[in-house]
């Protein structure tokens, strides 16, 4: 089994997911099924109009899926037409968006490895211009389509950045509040 195989079938994987995501996204928006395909392990407590887990059971899964298929999709970048690269990067790019705020800050070493590639190849630099114009273009028009609270909610790490200099969502924060360390030595030595 060839490493270029598996990384095809992360790929298939994640864009699989990626059109569930929006079945899910058009199943809730538009004719208001709340929990349109979820997956039985779901908590339904937790969805949302703007966000929706794909196949996964749960966001930081999908998010998680989709940023190793972004990274993976780095390595075929000069196997590949151009166009059909920028649109899969567009459309993984996009499910981390509507997924995870996590995987969308770790998102960051595929976008520098994607970018630092482009540097050093004219067809690469090429697909950066492509993904800049249609890719960014068409991650915005998605985004518009979708509740006003997907922009906000999906970009809350980098806005709260913008603000106050710390990388805090209110989901970390509270991850954080829940976490105790143990008062016992005992507890620290044997669990």
Not at 138 to 157: A, C, G, V
Request: aromatic share 14%; net charge positive.
């Amino acid at each position: 089994l060839k490493v270029e195989h598996v990384f095809k079938v992360i790929i298939i994987a994640a864009l699989i997911n990626c059109i569930i995501i929006a079945l899910q996204l058009v199943g809730h928006n538009y004719f208001r099924i709340s929990g349109f395909m979820l997956p039985p392990s779901f908590n339904e407590e937790v969805d949302a109009p703007f966000r929706k887990p794909g196949l996964m059971s749960g966001y930081p899964h999908a998010g998680l899926l989709s940023l190793i298929a972004l990274q993976c999709l780095i390595y075929f970048n000069r196997r590949i037409n151009r166009l059909m690269f920028v649109i899969l990067f567009s459309f993984l790019t996009l499910s981390l968006i509507v997924t995870s705020r996590t995987a969308l800050l770790l998102a960051i070493v595929p976008f520098v490895t994607f970018f630092m590639r482009g540097f050093k190849s004219k067809k690469a630099l090429s697909g950066i211009i492509l993904f800049i114009g249609i890719g960014i273009s068409l991650i915005t028009y998605i985004i518009n389509m979708l509740p006003e609270d997907t922009f906000t909610h999906s970009f809350e790490i980098f806005l709260n950045y913008s603000e106050s200099k710390s990388f805090n969502t209110l989901s970390t924060d509270a991850s954080i509040e829940s976490y105790m360390l143990p008062l016992k030595t005992s507890t620290w030595l044997l669990g």
